[in-house]
């Protein structure tokens, strides 16, 4: 019976660590919300909140079996991920051959598209033969996107403002984690609702303009999309996302002028 699936994850071979990362994080997420929900909401007693105590048992109960299973291996992944982009940072030859035999254990694990990195990059240094190619734009993985964004020190925002801060990863990092946070947080604002109405329901969305003003009435029954405030915000919020993730091709040289060689 298990037979199907088992052909099917060992299909998914380049997939491995995307998918086990998320299942570990949505798993992590749905035990962290029942923490909370039990533990700093009050959930179990609040009558407000009654109608999320079965989801919130029900996905509990599942995250953590899942995590018991998922979590180990994806852990196991993630270390040999690690490890290999060191090496895969390494111009150290002798450190290269000192470690070739677990960098390659590390690159089988996580699928073909990572051992043709590995094999390029020991042609680069003189530890295989062969021809040294490009082999990101031959083969992409999943996690590729969520890696890149996170080391990039090109982002598009970089581009756009010429400042040495711009290029820190930690800024970088941090404007993109807002700008996905608030997005999320004013989607579900104007469809479903954040605010608690006069019935103590939170089924009201936030005007973002009014509530800034200090207005008495802020908030009116979701789902609303008539708030202009609340689009802008969205829209910015987008742009922060967007403009974190890394820029396409080559960075531009500064131009050197004569004047400046002179000098």
């Known amino acids: ?22 299942i570990t994080f949505l798993s992590a997420s749905v035990v962290i919300w ?21 989801w919130t048992w029900a996905g509990l109960f599942v995250g953590f079996i899942v995590l018991i299973f998922v979590g180990p291996e994806f852990l196991h992944y993630q270390g040999k991920w690690s490890f290999l982009m060191e090496i895969l940072r390494s111009t150290s030859r002798a450190e290269l051959g000192r470690q070739r035999k677990e960098a390659d254990e590390a690159a089988t694990l996580l699928g073909s598209v990572w051992s043709a990195r590995l094999k390029s990059h020991y042609i680069e240094h003189g530890l295989a033969k062969g021809k040294a190619s490009r082999v990101e734009d031959e083969g992409h993985v999943p ?15 970089s581009r756009m403002i010429d400042v040495d801060i711009f290029r ?3 800024l970088n990092r941090s404007l993109g984690s807002v700008g996905f946070v608030v ?16 019935a103590l329901e939170r089924v009201n969305t936030l005007i973002i303009w009014d509530w800034l003003n200090g207005e008495r009435i802020d908030s009116v029954p979701a789902p609303y ?34 004047m400046d060689e002179e000098e």
């Open 1 to 22: 019976m298990l037979a199907p699936m088992k052909r099917w994850w060992e299909s998914q071979r380049d997939r491995h660590l995307f998918i086990l990362g998320t």
């Open 34 to 54: 029942a923490i909370v929900y039990f533990f700093f909401l009050g959930g179990a007693q609040d009558p407000d909140l009654e109608d999320l105590r079965n």
């Open 143 to 157: 996690e590729d996107l969520i890696i890149n964004w996170w080391r990039t020190e090109d982002s598009r925002l």
């Open 168 to 170: 820190e990863p930690w």
């Open 183 to 198: 997005t999320i947080l004013q989607l579900c604002n104007m469809s479903f609702g954040i605010v608690r109405n006069m």
């Open 225 to 258: 999309f008539d708030d202009i405030s609340g689009w802008i915000l969205l829209f910015i919020s987008m742009f922060l996302l967007w403009v974190s993730f890394p820029a396409s091709g080559e960075r531009p040289e500064p131009k050197v002028t004569e």
